[in-house]
């Protein structure tokens, strides 16, 4: 078949199929001049009927490395129409204070237009001490919210309908109770687990690797995991089981190209141990998601998401013989990258922000969060998240970049890039293989030392100005900051304790007590703990309890010093 035939294959069944499922935003899309744009474009030459016979050398390339929309190898998207069907889910990480304030701003953030949550826990929660506890003094509320029991997270959904929203929850550590709570939440508002459409971070190899919020041993940490894909698989089909993530591997001073391999390096450990524990690739392939980080070069960073996906689609498909289409796509969320945001001249960050989103749009994301100008000094405020909420609006409603698929597709620059980040992000990956995977490269400290050499050199560019950061290092000023500040008020510790009091007086403790030699039990054996999670966080165990039952039969990680 000719490219041409190919074309109007992919037209008249994939895309016809797509569009008929989500018409698409406009009858038509044009430019301001009356410029009409179609779903996608082909190369020059080889858009036309008049090829004949087999696909030519140029034509396979073509097949081989990009394709069509919602095809293998999903170079030009996981979606047929992309964002002429509908928009990505523009979410907001919002979390801080109280359970009652953060309802309040995911009220005000829905609202204003956003169409998805994302929560931020405070330290304590991710790593799985209740707000009463010792090790969480000083530390209530503050980079998140506090959530320590089912109150607590009836309270961060009150009047917010679970069955009509999606919710991203960051955390690892513990990501199986926050579910459970979610789930009995949800029960609460009398919608079933089946009807929860949302995603758990879940992914506890890149905190060894480069962020830190684990609490066990890897051997019981990645037990946590498989557990949840079971369940979800058959009680929560439509929740992302985990976000493997890039995003705080980038923080920690990666590359682009590292960002990809060391992810999907963390991905391919994760599907080997569901496969070794029993599950079937393609019953739950389609619940993995990813989360990218996106950074200010935009070409490198477009290249980086459509290399991402050409090789998880090959990964899937000839290394684990997945045989779904919907095993082979990476489905990602992106947010902006905390990491460039300057203290200095702060509304310079909106402009990186709104670089980063567009680069995150450009190279296909599922959904997005774009962080606030403020983030480099404090929580952000309501007019800062505003104002970044409404940089994800204006690329959607008024750039024109989400009315064509793949816009940059065929640039002679993004290609080559698309194959470097591919080619240099292959290597890593084979060499973590040699190392015996990425379990055993974290053992060796293979991956946090790339980082760190990384970070180093980067670091070093900026001091020595070979990389401009305006308002840093060139172009500086002396300015009076007159940003508004979000404030957490201390008070709000001692009300968390009193809460955990009255919680811990009014429950039944004997069933506590039974629930408790129940878990250690568990624990002990080879149950899938989900079920009980769900029972305990029922009956009122806080989070710290079930957490703190755990360690005292896995123990603690230590990381090891290199």
Not at 443 to 449: L, P, S, V
């Amino acid at each position: 078949m000719t490219l041409h035939e190919q074309y109007l294959r992919w037209k008249e069944t994939t895309h016809k199929k797509s569009v008929e499922r989500f018409p698409e935003r406009k009858p038509k899309f044009q430019t301001s001049s009356g410029i009409e744009l179609p779903p996608i474009f082909l190369p020059a030459g080889l858009d036309t009927p008049d090829k004949h016979g087999l696909l030519d050398q140029q034509e396979s390339d073509y097949m081989d490395k990009l394709g069509f929309p919602g095809e293998y190898p999903f170079t030009r998207g996981v979606q047929p129409t992309m964002y002429r069907g509908r928009f990505w889910t523009m979410r907001q990480y919002a979390g801080f204070s109280t359970a009652a304030e953060s309802n309040k701003r995911y009220r005000y953030l829905l609202g204003a237009g956003q169409t998805g949550l994302s929560v931020a826990f405070d330290l304590p929660t991710q790593i799985g001490y209740d707000a009463d506890d010792p090790m969480a003094l000083g530390e209530v509320g503050k980079v998140g919210v506090s959530i320590s029991s089912i109150e607590d997270m009836a309270t961060l959904f009150d009047q917010i309908p679970l069955d009509k929203v999606s919710t991203s929850m960051t955390i690892n550590a513990p990501a199986g109770v926050l579910l459970a709570m979610y789930i009995a939440v949800g029960k609460q508002q009398g919608v079933e687990p089946k009807a929860l459409r949302g995603t758990i971070q879940n992914d506890i190899l890149k905190e060894y690797i480069a962020r830190g919020t684990y609490i066990y041993p890897p051997a019981p940490s990645m037990r946590l995991i498989t557990d949840i894909f079971s369940f979800c698989a058959r009680e929560v089909p439509n929740w992302n089981t985990i976000s493997i993530s890039g995003y705080h591997i980038r923080e920690a001073g990666s590359t682009a190209a590292q960002e990809v391999a060391f992810t999907l390096a963390n991905a391919i450990a994760y599907v080997e141990a569901a496969l070794k524990a029993g599950l079937q690739v393609d019953d739950f392939a389609g619940q993995l998601s990813f989360f990218f980080n996106a950074h200010n070069n935009v070409l490198e960073e477009v290249a980086k998401f459509r290399a991402a996906r050409r090789m998880w689609a090959k990964i899937m498909r000839e290394r684990f013989k997945a045989q779904k289409p919907s095993s082979w796509q990476l489905r990602f969320h992106t947010q902006t990258a905390g990491s460039t945001l300057t203290a200095q001249q702060p509304e310079n960050n909106v402009v990186r922000v709104t670089l980063q989103a567009l680069a995150a749009v450009l190279g296909g994301t599922q959904s997005l969060h774009t962080n606030s100008m403020d983030e480099a000094l404090w929580l952000p405020t309501e007019k800062s998240v505003r104002v970044a909420l409404r940089t994800q609006q204006i690329i959607a409603y008024e750039s024109g970049a989400a009315d064509s698929i793949d816009p940059l597709a065929g640039s002679y620059l993004i290609e080559h890039l698309t194959d470097e980040i591919e080619r240099l992000a292959s290597e890593y990956i084979a060499h973590i293989d040699s190392l015996g995977g990425a379990m055993s490269g974290i053992e060796q400290g293979y991956q946090a030392n790339e980082i760190q050499n990384a970070a180093y050199e980067a670091q070093m560019a900026i001091e020595h100005g070979e990389q401009v950061v305006v308002g840093v290092n060139q172009f500086q000023v002396k300015e009076e900051m007159t940003l508004e500040r979000q404030v957490i008020d201390p008070a709000i510790e001692a009300e968390a304790r009193a809460r955990l009091a009255k919680l811990r007086e009014t429950r039944d403790n004997a069933k506590i007590a039974e629930l408790r030699t129940r878990l250690e039990s568990a624990a002990r054996g080879s149950e899938n703990l989900m079920p009980l999670f769900v029972e305990c966080v029922e009956n009122k165990m806080t989070l710290g309890e079930v957490c703190n039952t755990l360690r005292g039969v896995w123990g603690e990680y230590v990381a090891p010093v290199f």
